[in-house]
C-alpha cells in the first residue's frame, strides 16, 4: 500500500503564483518529513524538512505547513518562477526495522508558465 | 567538494544478466543508502549501509544484493535481470545514515533491461 500519498500529480501555475502540493500519510512512526526536488536527469535534491513536532516551518520562498493530529502536510512556493518547473517529492523518514528509510510520495510535477 | 558519484550514468543489459551498479558517498560520509526510482514514481528504499554493516533492506527480491567496502564506497548488484528492474538507482549518502542529517543524492544509473 502507498504509504504517503501526494497530490496533486501535476500543477501548472503562472510566474508569481502561489504553488501547493499536499501529502498525507498512515504511519504514526514516521519522524521527518523532508521535501525534494528533481530536475530531468537529476537525483533529487532536499529542499526543506520538518519535524513532526513543529507545525510550519520556512526558508525563503518555501513553506512547509505540517497537520499532526490530520496526519497532512504540504509544501507552499510562493512567487513561484519559471526555474521552479521540476518534479516535487514528499517523503517521511521510517526509523522503524533499524534503518531511517525515506518513504516517498509519486510526485508532483510543477510546471510555472512566465 | 565532490558530491554523490554514481557509474555508469547509463547502462543497458540482457533480461537474465547480472549488473553491477557503484557509489562514492561525499568525503566523511559512513552511510549510503540505495532507491530505486521507475519512472513516473517516487524513489524506493532498497538498502542501507553504516560502517559496512547492512542497517536496513526494503521489500525486494534476494536478487538485489549490496555492499559496503572500507573506504565507504558501495556497490549494488542484481541477478537475473527482469524487464521490471528497469529504473534509475540512486545512491544517497549521510553523514550517520539519519534523516535529519540529510540524505544527499547522486544522479543516479539509469538500468534498461531489454
Known amino acids: 500500500q502507498q504509504q504517503v500519498k501526494q497530490s496533486p500529480q501535476s500543477l501548472i501555475v503562472q510566474k508569481g503564483g502561489i504553488s501547493i502540493i499536499n501529502c498525507a500519510y498512515e504511519?504514526?512512526?514516521?519522524?521527518?518529513f523532508p521535501w525534494y526536488q528533481q530536475f530531468p536527469g537529476k537525483g533529487p535534491a532536499l529542499l526543506i524538512a520538518?519535524?513532526?513536532?513543529?507545525s510550519e516551518k520556512k526558508e525563503g520562498r518555501f513553506t512547509i505547513s505540517f497537520n499532526k493530529s490530520a496526519k497532512q502536510f504540504s509544501l507552499h512556493i510562493m512567487d513561484s518562477q519559471p526555474g521552479d518547473s521540476a518534479t516535487y517529492f514528499c517523503?517521511?523518514?521510517?526509523?522503524?526495522?533499524?534503518?531511517?528509510?525515506?518513504?516517498f510520495g509519486k510526485g508532483t510535477k510543477l510546471t510555472v508558465n512566465p | 567538494d565532490a558530491g554523490v558519484t554514481q557509474s555508469p550514468t547509463h547502462l543497458i543489459k540482457t533480461r537474465g544478466q547480472q549488473v553491477t551498479l557503484r557509489c562514492s558517498p561525499i568525503?566523511?560520509?559512513?552511510?549510503v543508502s540505495w532507491y530505486q526510482q521507475v519512472l513516473g514514481q517516487g524513489p524506493q528504499f532498497i538498502f542501507q549501509?553504516?560502517?559496512?554493516?547492512?542497517?536496513g533492506r526494503g521489500n525486494f527480491p534476494d536478487r538485489f544484493s549490496a555492499r559496503q567496502f572500507p573506504n565507504y564506497s558501495s556497490e549494488l548488484n542484481v541477478n537475473a535481470l527482469e524487464l521490471d528492474d528497469s529504473a534509475l538507482y540512486l545512491c544517497?549518502?549521510?553523514?550517520?545514515?539519519?534523516?535529519?542529517?540529510?540524505?544527499?543524492f547522486g544522479s543516479g544509473t539509469r538500468l534498461t533491461v531489454v
Open positions: 544517497a549518502s549521510s553523514p550517520v545514515g539519519r534523516a535529519w542529517n540529510g540524505y544527499t
Open positions: 504511519n504514526t512512526a514516521f519522524d521527518y
Open positions: 520538518i519535524r513532526p513536532d513543529v
Open positions: 517523503a517521511a523518514s521510517d526509523p522503524t526495522g533499524g534503518s531511517e528509510k525515506l518513504v
Open positions: 568525503s566523511g560520509h559512513k552511510s
Open positions: 549501509y553504516y560502517e559496512k554493516e547492512e542497517r
